[in-house]
């Protein structure tokens, strides 16, 4: 199956190499939207046939477990396939030292997630169970090595069959479950068995397609070596899934799972607009970092460029969802779940602060303030935990909403106009998102 469309094909068909390049982000697209599509249809009629506070656990219980699992993939992913590239000779070392990391890493942060589960709800079983189920995934991290094998050899696809085909099956076990009124719990162990099934033939196309798994094999000297060049990409990683996840928690623990429920529709709006974001992303870094090694005056343009093709794109996806969300929640949710209607208006200026970070990430990029990002994305976190501290007792699911957002602004706009290494760039994404209007005249398009 090719992907590339044909008049594409024909124009790089003598560049095997970029066919091969092209041919990959196209099945790591049809991945992300395939997803993103079905993940929001099977989503609004789980949310539906569940209630809010049902579907409120059950997304609390999903936060929960996200908070850990970063733990489970150490941060290895780019070391991996970064290893791999360099020292192909290796390969089968490389694999079996990150699988072995990463089951530890599964086992600690299993064992975490149990902790505080336990701790925050003591005497609620139905939570520690649901927990203790989901929780179970970051047990099955060690097959992602599968998934950095093929992402080395530039292969993809055969990770999106598995993940896909899988993700098609128990979308239809699910609503299956819905159509045969099943408890909650069923559809914890759904998630669980889908995570199970991935892991287990992404072992077995591994061991088809890439180094044979009796040949993998682990060393101390090499688990070393990964560990040191992976914990600042483990950081950042533990960093970022708090800030995207600890909203939920909060909102349950302070408020209740219904106030959850309410924040959850919302955000699962948002999260499948901010696809966008991730597409303008995958096309247009290679460009925008490529023109700093012809001149920086050419490297700041298409970086302005692309600062207001990003905010136009932002504020026409927002604009509308803002206007239309009490329609937008009423149609997919149903009555239930009005009161996400406002959250959702709220948060569709996550939008932009999605939109703005891509550009804004490739100028850290390029600049080496990768450290600086990680520290800007811990100052962050810390004003979201305590913002949320602050307003959700009186705000519910709109103060978890306006802390989320004030902790973008601060990370993004504040923290970086006061350091005098990114105060240009900060005023670049100013005036440019001020100005993104002149991105329509065909002149200023200069990506």
């Known amino acids: 199956m090719n992907l590339i469309p044909a008049f594409i094909h024909r124009r790089i068909a003598h560049r095997p190499n970029l066919v091969k390049i092209v041919d990959n982000i196209g099945w790591l697209f049809f991945d992300k939207f395939l997803r993103m599509g079905v993940g929001l249809f099977v989503g609004v009629w789980i949310a539906r046939y569940l209630g809010p506070d049902q579907f409120g656990l059950l997304s609390f219980a999903m936060a929960l477990v996200g908070l850990f699992g970063a733990i489970a993939g150490l941060g290895l992913q780019g070391i991996v396939v970064r290893d791999i590239v360099r020292d192909p000779a290796c390969k089968e070392e490389t ?27 003591p005497e ?60 909650l719990v069923t559809f914890a162990w759904a998630m669980m068995a889908e995570a199970l099934v991935v892991a287990a033939v992404l072992f077995v196309i591994l061991g088809l397609r890439g180094p044979k798994l009796q040949h993998l094999y682990a060393t101390l000297a090499r688990a070393k070596r990964l560990l040191c060049d992976s914990w600042p990409l483990l950081l950042s990683g533990m960093v970022l899934m708090v800030q995207a996840r600890i909203d939920q928690v909060m909102l349950g623990q302070m408020v209740g799972d219904y106030e959850v ?84 208006a709220l948060m569709t200026l996550r939008l932009f602060f999605a939109h703005i970070g891509v550009p804004r990430g490739i100028f850290l990029l390029s600049e080496n303030l990768l450290t600086y990002s990680a520290v800007t994305m811990i100052v962050g976190t810390i004003f979201n935990i305590l913002l949320n501290y602050l307003l959700i007792p009186e705000y519910g699911a709109m103060g978890a909403t306006f802390a989320s957002l004030l902790s973008f602004a601060i990370t993004i706009i504040l923290i970086d106009i006061l350091y005098r290494r990114t105060r240009m760039n900060t005023m670049l994404m100013l005036r440019s998102t001020i100005t993104c209007g002149s991105l329509l005249r065909r002149r200023s398009w200069v990506l």
């Open 261 to 344: 429920a309410q924040y959850s529709v919302a955000l699962r709006i948002i999260e499948t607009a901010a696809v966008s974001a991730l597409i303008l992303k995958s096309t247009f870094t290679p460009t925008i970092i490529g023109a700093k090694d012809i001149s920086n005056e050419s490297y700041l343009t298409k970086l302005s460029a692309f600062y207001k093709l990003n905010a136009l794109v932002a504020i026409s996806i927002a604009l509308p969802i803002a206007i239309l969300s009490y329609p937008i929640v009423s149609l997919l949710f149903g009555a239930d779940y009005v009161g996400a209607a406002p959250v959702l």
């Open 124 to 183: 609620d079983t139905l939570a520690k169970i649901l927990v203790a189920i989901l929780g179970a995934v970051t047990l099955f991290k060690a097959s992602d090595v599968a998934v950095y094998w093929f992402e080395s050899q530039v292969q993809s696809k055969y990770t999106v069959w598995v993940q896909n085909s899988a993700f098609m099956i128990f979308s239809a076990i699910k609503i299956a479950l819905i159509l045969n009124n099943a408890p």
């Open 95 to 121: 694999l079996g030292t990150a699988a072995v990391l990463q089951l530890i890493g599964g086992l600690i942060a299993y064992g975490l997630i149990l902790g505080f589960i336990f701790w925050l709800r």
